[in-house]
């Protein structure tokens, strides 16, 4: 055709077929980008396989881009210092149960009030597996929740925390000795160290960020329904992006998913026809 024509064959394109879905995804794309502004394509892509789309990140990313959404832009990674002796020791964590971590996040009410949030990790699962809120935290509530925590779900085999006074504190250490618990203590002032929950805490801070709380009470309730979206919904880059605790594999979540089980908008929620184009995801 091209030599008929006199044409250049570099001059010809093909026309881009639109699928007939292609203004629901990116309804869908554009409400779940909406409603969790700190989430980029990738993490939309898994929160929209969980609806039961069958789609490729690259699409996902094509839609992203011809929106016009962004993200902040990230601050560059640092190199992290290593220790006085030159090494740097971590027990990497190899089965469920096997390294627990905590730490607090400190927080305040609508009234100025600060409260702490004691987020207790498994670092293997990524499950958040405790978020207790209080105004005051001592080493007797460390005590108390560990010990929930270890009645539902077993003890773990170490636990690991910077040298705060409730984590250090003897009582806490002597009954986690008794238990056969090994408590791995990180080096002052290197927060790296203890680098599973801090990164949780960094998503905690980006939810605690959207929220105004006048209350104590509502402010555990909020934090609670943000810990169950977070290990049933939201997916986790590390794992696939799939969330750490699925509630169950096979059940299709409504659309767009939100933590506190409402909806904002309605978007439809079938499967592509035909399944992925191109490459596939990875």
């Known amino acids: 055709m091209c030599r008929v024509l006199d044409q250049c064959r570099s001059s010809q394109r093909y026309v881009p077929a639109r699928r007939s879905d292609e203004n629901e995804l990116t ?57 006085n002796d030159g090494s740097c020791i971590r027990l990497r964590p190899a089965y469920p149960n096997h390294v627990w971590s905590y730490d607090f996040v400190t927080w305040q009410t609508a009234n100025g009030r600060a409260f702490r949030v004691l987020s207790v990790l498994d670092e293997y699962t990524r499950e958040c597996l405790a978020l207790f809120v209080a105004r005051r935290i001592t080493a007797d509530d460390v005590l108390a ?21 409730e984590f250090t504190a003897q009582m806490v250490r002597g009954w986690l000795a008794r238990l056969e618990v090994e408590t791995l203590f990180i080096t002052p002032g290197s927060p790296w160290e203890n680098g599973y929950v ?29 810990r169950v979206h977070y290990n049933t919904v939201r997916p986790h880059s590390s794992l696939g992006y799939k969330p750490p605790a699925p509630e169950t594999k096979k059940q299709l979540l409504p659309s767009p998913l939100r933590y506190d089980g409402s909806n904002r908008c309605n978007p439809a929620t079938g499967t592509e026809n035909g399944g992925d184009h191109g490459n596939r995801a990875t």
């Open 27 to 83: 309804s869908l794309v554009i409400a779940l980008a909406c409603q969790y502004g700190t989430y980029g394509y990738r993490i939309i892509t898994g929160l929209i396989r969980l609806t039961g789309w069958r789609v490729n990140h690259k699409r996902v990313e094509r839609i992203w881009r011809q929106a016009g959404l962004k993200l902040p832009r990230k601050q560059p990674k640092r190199k992290r210092l290593w220790l």
């Open 198 to 226: 801090e990164s949780f805490n960094c998503r905690l801070k980006e939810f605690l960020k959207g929220e105004i709380f006048d209350t104590l009470k509502q402010a555990q309730i909020l934090i609670e329904q943000w």
């Open 145 to 165: 929740q560990l010990e929930e925590l270890f009645l539902f779900r077993g003890t773990p085999d170490h636990i690991r925390s910077d040298n705060g006074p």
